[in-house]
């Protein structure tokens, strides 16, 4: 499947954009980003160099992916999400050096208007409810939401919110798909999908 690139967008020579991956007007692509298959870059998007975005990430218009970001698999970021790169920015003093990498593992989504501070890991299939600020790590399909976020329960693969208490141990199955799923220590992990055996996500 070709890439498809408006018009209006600009993609610096050396940048590596996926199959069936589309770009958006007035988006922008530099030269070192690595794009995966099957990726909607919506509106007025940037796209940094230091920046790796895997197969099936849809990123909303106005969102800005600077360097030291990485988008695995199946991410999406909401409209005018937030992504930071210096942790103490001063206009007068030059961090270029001082990057702070962020992650956002395999399925997850940051909604609409969240920030994601720097030099933090959101794990695979968390959600991150609209307006929320990130500063801290997000655990494995952990839903998180406020200022700063704080995590409110747990969420499956298809974005269910599922019945299991925030700490501790216990099983629920997704009202969805039925998958179930186990928190055990603190940690969540899906057990079963659709009576198959136990999966590794990664």
Known sequence: MDTSVHFTAIVDP?????????????SHIC??????KGCSIGQNVYVGDD????DNVKIQNNVSVYDAVTLENDVFCGPSMV?????????SVNRKNAYRKTLVQRGATLGANS???????????AFIAAGA????????FALVAGVPARQLGWI???????????????????PHT?????????????????????????
């Open 51 to 54: 920046v790796a975005i895997g």
């Open 83 to 91: 992504f930071t790169n210096v942790y103490n920015p001063r206009s």
């Open 115 to 125: 920030t994601i501070v720097c030099g933090v890991t959101i794990g695979q299939y």
């Open 31 to 36: 030269s070192g980003a690595r794009i995966g």
């Open 14 to 26: 050396g940048a590596t954009i996926g199959g069936g991956t589309r770009v958006w007007h007035f």
């Open 133 to 140: 600020v990130v500063n801290r790590d997000v655990p494995n």
């Open 156 to 174: 499956s693969r298809h974005g269910e919110r599922l019945d299991l208490p925030l700490s501790g141990s216990g099983q629920a199955a997704c």
């Open 178 to 202: 039925g998958d179930l799923y186990t928190l055990s220590d603190d940690v969540c992990q899906l057990s079963t999908a659709n009576g198959n055996h136990e999966l590794n996500l990664r």
